[in-house]
């Protein structure tokens, strides 16, 4: 694998010293390590990770293979608990060796109902830097396909526990501008289930200030401005050559110079939207300066209110290299020439320099030591067996409110001679009447805002084709009955229930927000900020069959969120023969089950109800912890309301075993269908070009059987 114009580029550019030269160049020929990270605020994490140190990693330490000693899975030395891990091996080894197909359907099954992030080594890095606690308000600007937006979930969770989610009080905005990866993105995060996530689909480099009503004036708004904001902006992805070996064949110097503009202008608009002491961390998977060191070097420079962190000390067993202070970009396809500075490149090539993209921005400035741009890190290859990768850390420190005004003047005359490079709005705005108040230096800052009004209407925006967003009543009778029904105590935050339904249509599903984003729901018009998604389902109707009444039932990825809500006495103790049962029949009916239990099981009510199974082993299967999952109860049967590869991965981790095919599936297979087959374990970030599927309820994984169904089972069971 060679490409004359990577070498030439990067040799001209000195980015690594020459005696690493051949070492660089032989790692990025070698396949990527696959990595993976346990989901580090699941109720399942910690004992998921010593399943994997203490049962997988000893039985694949001696499996050989034609005659070759397999290397078994190891962690990663610098990621926080150990709780990422790395191994090597080709895949024909995972189809053929039985010790590590066995660990490999386990690895699909947990990836698929979210215990397991599939992710690259240094694409864990950006949310570490970010160090988000609960209580922050929190941005990740270019989010899909959603492993890192996961990672900052995970931290915005860090206080549940192992059966509850909480609820932050912060909030973690997750953007994209393609509309179906958004949906790609919802469909990840309903994995960890949220009432502080929100999901917008906008251009991040034009994102409108999303307003809050101001706490002094009900006329007067407020922007949200954030504690943390993600830029892990859209890059050339020569650092990816190891998995994305077309880049060999193709790169060329002009892929990271017509990128640099966008990738400014997204670090830019972060800058504009974050908190005093607040933290941006800027990442790409390209080693070019151009798109890492001059994005940061162009953007310090236009927002002196800013400045590089040195966490050189963070992740003390990561090897990484210092930012560059030094490089010569060229718009020459075949590297023939390099340039020193933009003076330069005019004074050779008059013609050229009117005919590309470069601009004095792509070069170093004069100040470019006074920047301590080696501050920012690089991830090379060669250090540690990884992909390519740039990080850099900034914060704001903003001055006396004197000084903002007149610095904001001086930013806005510089964006103002770049506005013909900037994208068009998504739409028209009408003028509105509130004035939008930056609550950090008190002025007014409806220039670089989106205004629109409360509500939803969708008026003036066909383009955007998503159900409004509705607040229940307290006293709504829906969500009373449901309430009563679930046996949910007063504490229930009923003031924060939504619906996603045009108003008088029944109400099938159920969402619960914190307060930050009720406030925003409010305040703004959600088709302003193409909001596509708010909150967790919770809640969802399920239709019974002849006679018997429909119900709202909890969701599986609800009931963490629901369960600090829920009567204890209500909640129905098992045990591991009776979970064993649930997990490995279809819709058991009632008198299948032990005789003792069968008494407990005839005085529930036909619906919704939470079983708890406590630590216990059983023939050789272990529960370390407290289980609790929903479970319906119809007429003569109960079903356990976990969907398929949630109900399969469970009975792996447990029983060590899959769940035997149900009788739809075994007809399937006799019509000459296929059931189908666990899929690979991939890297989240390798599906961004896939299709992010239907919309809205296909998104989520929702393949429950309704009541009637199950007495068609029942039926043909008897």
């Known amino acids: 694998m060679k490409n004359e114009r990577f070498f030439a580029y990067y040799k001209a550019q000195k980015i690594i010293p020459d005696e690493e030269w051949e070492d660089f160049l032989d ?149 994209d501008s393609d509309y179906k990866r958004t949906h790609l993105l919802i469909h990840q995060s309903a994995r960890l289930p949220s009432p502080a996530f929100m999901v917008t689909n906008l251009d991040a480099s034009n994102y409108p200030s999303i307003k809050l009503s101001a706490a002094s004036s009900t006329s007067r708004k407020e922007q949200l401005l954030f504690d943390r904001i993600l830029c892990d902006v859209p890059c050339s992805g020569d650092g990816t050559l190891r998995k994305n070996i077309g880049i060999w064949k193709h790169w060329q110097p002009n892929d990271g110079n017509g990128l640099h503009g966008l990738q400014l ?16 961390v800027y990442s790409t998977c390209s080693i070019n300066p151009v798109e890492n060191e001059a994005v940061i070097a162009a ?122 490079t900037k994208k068009p ?121 002849k006679g018997v009444e429909a119900q709202y039932r909890i969701l599986g990825e609800g009931l963490p969120v629901v369960l600090p809500y829920t009567d204890s006495t209500s909640i129905v103790n098992g045990n591991m023969s009776i979970l064993k049962h649930l997990v490995m029949s279809h819709y058991p009916l009632c008198t299948s089950f032990e005789e003792s239990f069968r008494p407990v099981l005839n005085n529930l009510d036909l619906g919704c109800h939470i079983f708890r199974f406590p630590p216990e082993e059983l023939d050789g299967a272990s529960l370390a912890h407290d289980l609790l999952v929903p479970i319906w109860k119809s007429g003569v049967s109960i079903s356990l309301m976990v969907d398929k590869k949630a109900k399969n991965a469970l009975s792996l981790r447990v029983f060590g075993i899959e769940v035997p095919p149900s009788i739809r599936d075994k007809k399937a297979s006799a019509d000459g269908g296929e059931v189908a087959p666990a899929g690979d374990f991939v890297d989240l970030n390798e599906k961004k070009e896939l299709e992010a599927g239907a919309e809205g309820e296909a998104m989520i994984l929702e393949d429950m059987e309704v009541n009637s169904e199950i007495a068609q089972v029942v039926v043909q069971a008897l």
């Open 265 to 280: 202008r997204i670090l830019q608009r972060a800058m504009k939207m974050l908190k005093s002491n607040g933290r941006i």
């Open 27 to 175: 790692a990025f020929r070698t396949p990527l390590p696959t990595t993976f990270r346990v989901a580090g605020s699941r109720q399942i994490a910690k004992s998921l990770n010593e399943t994997i140190k203490n049962v997988h990693v000893p039985l694949l330490s001696n499996v050989t293979f034609e005659d070759q000693k397999l290397p078994p899975p190891v962690q990663l030395p610098w990621y926080p608990d150990g709780l990422a891990w790395q191994f090597n091996i080709p895949k024909k080894v995972l189809r053929k060796s039985p010790e590590f197909k066995k660990f490999h359907s386990f690895l699909v099954f947990e990836t698929e109902v979210g215990n397991i992030s599939r992710q690259e080594a240094v694409s864990m890095l950006p949310p570490l830097f970010l160090e988000v606690e609960p209580h922050h308000t929190v941005m990740d600007m270019c989010a899909a396909p959603g492993s890192k937006t996961a990672q900052l979930l995970e931290a915005l969770h860090a206080q549940d526990t192992l059966t509850s989610t909480s609820i932050p009080s912060g909030l973690l905005v997750a953007n």
């Open 299 to 420: 953007a310090l420079e236009s927002n002196p209110e800013y400045h590089l962190v040195d966490v050189s000390s963070n992740l003390p067993e990561l090897k990484r290299r210092p930012g560059m202070t030094s490089w010569r970009p060229t718009a020459d396809k075949f590297i023939s020439s390099t340039y020193q500075t933009y003076e330069a490149f005019v004074a050779a090539d008059p013609q050229a320099a009117t005919s590309t993209k470069l601009t004095p921005r792509h070069w170093p400035p004069p100040n470019v030591h006074e920047l301590k741009l080696e501050r920012c890190m690089r991830i090379y290859p060669h250090l540690q067996d990884s992909g390519g990768f740039f990080v850099a850390v900034l914060e704001r420190n903003l001055p006396e409110v004197p000084q903002i005004r007149e610095k904001k003047r001086t930013i806005e005359n510089v964006e103002t001679s770049e506005l013909e």
């Open 425 to 545: 709005r998504l739409e028209s705005e009408p003028e509105t009447s509130d004035t939008l108040v930056d609550p950090v230096s008190g002025v007014d800052v409806k220039s670089v805002t989106q205004e629109g009004g409360g509500g939803g209407t969708s008026s003036g925006n066909g383009s955007f084709k998503e159900m409004p967003y509705t607040f229940l009543s307290p006293r709504d009778p829906a969500l009373l009955s449901c309430i009563s029904r679930l046996r949910l105590t007063s504490e229930f935050p009923s003031s924060n229930v939504l619906v996603r339904n045009p108003e008088g249509d029944v109400v099938r599903s159920m969402y619960l927000t914190n307060d930050l984003i009720k406030q925003i729901i409010l305040a703004n018009d959600f088709t302003k900020i193409r909001l596509t998604a708010a909150g967790t389902k919770v809640f969802t109707k399920q239709e019974g069959g």
